[in-house]
């Protein structure tokens, strides 16, 4: 279960300030809990999100590859985290047919949205990797993941120039609530030969817990940004208006948007 | 070298055996550090409290962990924290895996005293983990750079050939909780200052990086050198705790060593010899 409980305010107010050392020396000055809580510290904290975006992409180029691991590395169970059973009505009906009628919806920005079944994202070029999979608590899991590579999927939809974003809009209303899950990387990350839209887990169809029928894999990030549930993919400019405007549903909830670390 | 003796000359006036001893640089990075490090290890034992225990290897064997902080039911039913290292079990009840949050007990590895934030943020723990990191990491390279590159600050740290063959009597020294009052550091000073700066800190900043899944990928030697990535984050609790050590050493030191002049020569760089230390310009700190 994640802990987080409170949220950091709008990312549009977070500026970058310069003069980090000030942080020490408000910290000692009154109880960290309640700077942890004030606005202008949060803006100051929350700007170290877009310092170590641009230096992990300083040192990482576009290419460079997670690392992929042997068959015998692979864990017994791949861990199933957040929902792992979504209980909503039209979720169901799909999973009781065996995602049959289920589409990808892919649009936004693009110059031709289309719909697409599990079988049309088979026929696509695939890859099959052995990789860990980070949890943001700090738990690492192996397994062997096979999946349509997502830039191949992008490129027969053809985003335009102005897209930035690739948001993927999920089944899942995690934890009961009204909210569903949605998460978001940039092109960079999008056209990365190892982000695949997975259907397969140990060469198996991927199971229900871990996304069914079809989740993300983003390597080169922290577990929450591989949204599973995957229905819909759209394809934006800019985040802001899409449910709490941070980027996804742990962002909304205090979580960095770059999640390479 | 120098030798005490009766001549007026080689023990000059009360006003000179005050030395500078701290330049500048060295004082503000020893401040910004100190604070630094109660961030970084405050915000970082919040961060374990989001997975309480540690693996060896690529990933986390769940049900084999190396050591795991976690409450239970006792046999009397009572709920009690237990340390759990390989096969051993520890009850830690009151600090470690069950402590009490303003009066309510509170099942969490580190007690609320022990974590920043107090109660369980993870979003906000990683905020303040990483800002520190920011200040603390680039300031560590230009140190340890700065000290790479001067023949006068390699000086500082790099034993003589005297300190190294006086190490014995240097321990032996110390165990008797005598201590000199010199411009330089004793060999066994600079070997503990070595040890922390060229090994601790920066060992600390790569366990770090490695278990960042965007640094593995641009840098995967990180994940040979240490092992995988949940060896380098068990590495990374080790070599925190390590710190902890030390700095629970170093302020024992400073208290018994004399704590008016120590912290004097950290703020304003001022430092009083002792009577019988030599007052050899070349052993001066920078």
Known sequence: MRDSKLILPDPKRRRL?????????SAALTGCDSLSRNDRVQDLLGATDRLTRAAQRLVSSRESLAREFGERDIAPTMRANGSTDPSNDDYKRHAANGFADWRLRIDGLVRQPGDFSIDDLKAMPSRTQITRHDCVEGWSCI?????????????????????????????????GGPVKYYESIDMVEAYHPQTLLAYGLNDDRLPIANGAPLRLRAERQLGYKMAKYVMRIELVDSFASIQGGNGGYWEDRGYEWWAGI | MNKHNDNPYANPPERARVIKRHGLFTRVWHWVNLVCLVILLMSGLQIFNAHPALYWGNDSSFDDPALQITAMRGDDGAPMGVVRIGGYRINTTGVLGLSRNDGELDTRAFPAWATLPGPQWLAMGRYWHFAAAWVFAP????????????????????????????LPATIAHHARLKFDHSADYNGLQKLTYLLVLFGLLPLMVLTGLTMSPTMNAAWPWLLDVFGGRQSARTLHFIFAFLLVAFFVIHL??????????NLRSMITGRYRLGDDAPADKDNRHA
């Open chain 1, 17 to 25: 300030i310069t003069g980090l050392g000030a942080l020490g020396a």
């Open chain 1, 143 to 175: 397994a062997k993941w096979t999946g349509a590579v997502l830039g191949e999927v992008l490129d027969r939809v053809r985003p335009t120039s102005a897209a930035r974003y690739v948001v993927f809009h999920c089944a899942d209303n995690i934890y």
């Open chain 2, 139 to 166: 300031l560590l390279l230009a140190y340890l750079v700065y000290t790479l590159i001067s023949p006068a600050r390699r000086r500082l740290v790099w034993p003589t050939a005297a300190q190294w063959r006086g």
């Open chain 2, 252 to 261: 024992g030191l400073v208290l018994i060593s004399g704590v008016f002049n």
